[in-house]
């Protein structure tokens, strides 16, 4: 695969191409990196990439200027435009692109969200096999799948925050197609009937890594996402009780998160799984909440004790009026009805200030921290501390 996806990267800032370039070899492809137009265009030559990414703002030329110059040289690649511009700039650029011949593709946001960068790079990949059933099974049978962290923290009375939680969050180690992310294989294990067995390797290693972190001094709760399948499964309730005692972990320890899809699928049989898990002392959290597809109805009907903010309105809200408004009347919402607010893609202080401000429960996003491998959410959670250093100064 690597003779075939050939990414360049084209930017002058050295920590933004190193991210790219860590991300797109786990992904699957082979990666040269310029921080200057001539750079650029040498590696055009010498390197024949099948994917071009760029930034619109170099030192030694503008990106419309740059853009001009690949459609004067006749690069057939496919362009990503990477950029902290404004989106509408960003629009005008890849439109030039398109009346010049080039093959925009799109636009990448600064500061880069992984999960967007993850996906663009996976859509793109050139004669990408498509996962099997067999390579799935393989992969839960061999330990292919590997389990990220993501902090979660709330946000105290006065102002400080404290890690309190993980989202366990799934990758698919390949060893032919690399980086294979859940969007790619989801819905195949729920296809050919694998979902129940993945669900439980991830189960299984989280509350492990839990229960290993708790011997160490640190004391974290664990969010897993339930597929919609597993809640039409009246034994789940009873499995999952059988993990926390192998691993000695009280039930309250986890949260299990559920869309929207799975809480409407099957009402009646929904409730009953739900019901039983809240009994048990389960916590379960509404998730992607603002999206759009949300029934209000499911807030009194189902028992939930959480709503999740779906992360792009964490990401947009500092900088979006609309944004800021609609998550502080959920937030109202959710406490009027006496359930707790986790709010996704907190990337920005801006947006952790507005947070504070309208007493949101609990934050996730790139502020705290990205998704990452276990044996860095020690140091991760010195990190989150640090936030609240200037505020106990200032007191």
């Known amino acids: 695969m690597s003779d075939i996806n050939r990414l360049l990267v084209v930017d002058d800032q050295a920590d933004i191409l190193e991210f790219i370039a860590t991300v797109a070899e786990l992904v699957g492809y082979r990666v040269a990196t310029a921080q200057s137009a001539d750079r650029a265009f040498a590696l055009l030559r010498e390197f024949d990439p099948s994917l071009v990414i760029l930034d619109l703002q170099m030192p030694d030329v503008d990106g419309v200027e740059l853009i001009r110059q690949l459609a004067t040289y006749g690069t057939r690649a496919p362009i990503l435009i990477s950029s902290g511009m404004d989106p509408r700039v960003l629009a005008s650029v890849e439109q030039l692109g398109l009346t010049q011949g080039l093959n925009m593709i799109g636009t990448l946001q600064k500061p880069l969200a992984l999960p967007d960068l993850e996906a663009v790079l996976a859509a793109q990949l050139v004669d990408a096999q498509e996962p099997t059933e067999r390579d799935l099974q393989r992969a839960i049978e061999h330990g292919e799948l590997a389990v990220y962290y993501q902090p979660q923290a709330d946000l105290a009375i006065d102002g400080t925050i404290h890690a309190v939680a993980v989202e366990a969050l799934v990758r698919w180690n390949h060893p032919a197609l690399g980086l294979v992310l859940p969007d790619q294989f989801i819905s195949l294990a729920e296809k050919t009937g694998l979902i129940a067995s993945l669900t439980d390797v991830v189960l299984k290693e989280s509350l ?188």
């Open 208 to 395: 492990t890594q839990l229960a290993s972190w708790r011997g160490q001094g640190i004391k974290l709760g664990l969010a897993v996402n339930l597929s919609p399948l597993l809640v039409k499964d009246l034994d789940f309730p009873d499995r999952l009780s059988e993990l926390m005692r192998a691993n000695r972990l009280p039930n309250s320890e986890l949260t299990i998160e559920i869309t929207e899809t799975a809480a409407l699928d099957d009402p009646t049989l929904t409730r009953d799984i739900l019901t039983r898990l809240r009994v048990k002392n389960f916590g379960l959290s509404l998730d992607d909440f603002g999206t759009g597809h949300s029934s209000l109805t499911q807030l009194y009907k189902m028992p939930f004790n959480e709503i999740k903010i779906d992360r792009s309105l964490g990401m947009e809200m500092h900088r979006s009026t609309e944004a800021r408004t609609i998550t502080r009347s959920i937030v109202d919402l959710a406490h009027n009805l006496g359930l707790t607010v986790c709010t996704e893609g907190v990337e920005q202080m801006a947006t952790l200030d507005f947070l504070r401000e309208i007493k949101c429960d609990r934050i996730q996003g790139y502020l705290l921290g990205r998704p990452m491998a276990a044996a860095l959410i020690p140091a991760a959670l010195v990190r989150i501390t640090e936030h609240n250093r200037p505020q106990a100064a200032t007191a």
